[in-house]
């Protein structure tokens, strides 16, 4: 396959790629835009680049909204409520069907690797088996992470470490964990010492849904990072949400930037679930409830936004389209200025890649060829217009392919 007059990001010329045997074989920079060839894909100046990741989301739970009964307070509690209703239905038939959907959605998106939570506090461990055995049958289409994710806690859930323990036996990627739902601060202290002493055991990596609350008392996360200062691997663990850094008072935040950069840890943030779950306590002025994710970025740490939920208890939209949490994440975060365009796309590409420690992302000469096309010349007139993908590319095989939007008609107007 080659490919020729496409875009880079952060490049102003044209390229020709050319793919062989399923990577990268060579990058060429264009003096001026060529005629393509019939056997040529031409990107007519459209960008490509590396496939979006998808860093943070409930596969298990995804297309169950309102079943059997819709969340409608709309709080994180609620729908943790609404999903122990839904779980005892669950079997392997239906978690294929609905995740099956999800990811043909999430394809047609851009989006090839996937980190996805999986409830641990069912004794069944349904979800997960399932999980861990479809990653393994669609890893030539998509990379799929399994997070261990004790919904219901851990210590404060009925054979809550031997779930997790069980869970990391059958093939999960990840540790995950919730200390700031566990029935107690000491608990969830006990909870985070359990869940880095296990994926030691076992060489995993950590995700944490860490303070998605909005209580500025939830300080779990100087906990998480000082565990992963202490034994030397921040860079393997995660916090997600942190939604309670949005309350903190701003001189603790000082002081905790200093432990936080000092671990080196990784953040996900999923602005539209959290501006949809918090700030559900407030009267007005309510809070947008979203991590400091402009600050932790100029403090350069690696920041990731997340979807976190499609049609679910906790969040009945979502269309897998990160773009769209990309947009909205941007918004919320007050990041619209120039220097937050031209590098917008890191924070559902490379810095996701990051975070789910992948190999050989991007592209690269003799990196796999995996990328996507996507209407637009660079990062800011994608977001702008919020581009189309036009191709998915897999080890060099197209797994999607959508023709661009097309105006027929449209009235003049005078000037």
Same mark, same amino acid.
């Given at each position: ?168 036996? @059958? ?37 944490v849904h860490c ?15 000082y565990e992963a ?35 080196? @840890? ?19 002025? *309510? ?58 796309l890191d924070f ?8 789910? *420690? ?58």
């Amino acid at each position: 396959m080659k490919i020729v007059n496409a875009r880079l990001r952060k490049q102003s010329d044209l390229f020709t790629v050319e793919i062989k045997e399923g990577v990268f074989n060579s990058i060429k920079k264009q003096a001026d835009s060529i005629s393509a060839l019939p056997t040529d894909m031409n990107a007519n100046g459209n960008l490509l680049c590396a496939p979006f990741v998808e860093p943070h989301i409930h596969l298990d739970a995804a297309l169950t909204a309102g079943e059997p009964e819709w969340n409608r307070s709309g709080t994180l509690f609620e729908g943790i409520e609404r999903w122990s209703q839904r779980k005892p239905m669950l079997n392997e038939a239906d978690i294929r069907a609905r995740v099956t959907k999800t990811l043909e959605l999430l394809i047609e998106q851009g989006v090839q690797h996937i980190r996805t939570h999986v409830d641990t506090t069912d004794p069944s461990l349904v979800a997960l088996k399932t999980l861990c055995a479809m990653r393994d049958e669609l890893k030539d289409t998509l990379d799929i992470q399994v997070v261990a994710f004790p919904q219901e806690g851990i210590p404060s859930f009925p054979n809550g470490e031997k779930l997790m323990e069980e869970a990391m036996e @059958i093939g999960a990627d990840v540790v995950g964990g919730i200390p700031h739902f566990e029935y107690t601060r000491e608990l969830g202290e006990q909870s985070v010492k359990f869940l880095v002493k296990l994926a030691l055991k076992y060489d995993r990596l950590i995700d944490v849904h860490c303070d998605e609350i909005d209580d500025p008392n939830s300080r779990f996360l100087e906990f998480l990072a000082y565990e992963a200062l202490k034994h030397n691997i921040g860079n393997r663990v995660t916090a997600s949400h942190t939604t309670a850094m949005h309350s903190y008072d701003n001189a603790y935040c000082s002081k905790l930037f200093r432990l936080l950069k000092h671990s080196g @840890i990784n953040f996900i943030s999923c602005p539209t679930e959290s501006i949809h779950l918090q700030g559900r306590f407030d009267t007005y002025p *309510k809070r947008r409830g979203v991590t400091r994710v402009k600050e932790l970025n100029e403090a350069g740490l690696n920041v990731s936004f997340a979807q976190d939920s499609i049609f679910d208890p906790w969040y009945s939209l979502g269309n897998g389209k990160l773009l769209r949490t990309l947009d909205s994440g941007l918004h919320i975060c007050q990041m619209m200025g120039y220097d937050d365009f031209i590098s917008a796309l890191d924070f559902i590409s490379d810095n996701s890649a990051k975070t789910l *420690k992948l190999q050989n992302y991007g592209i690269k000469v003799g990196n796999p060829a995996n990328a996507i096309l996507l209407s637009g010349f660079d990062d800011y007139s994608v977001l702008r217009n919020q581009g189309d993908v036009l191709l998915n590319i897999r080890k060099g095989n197209i797994i999607m392919e959508k023709q661009p939007a097309k105006l027929l008609s449209k009235v003049s107007l005078p000037i």
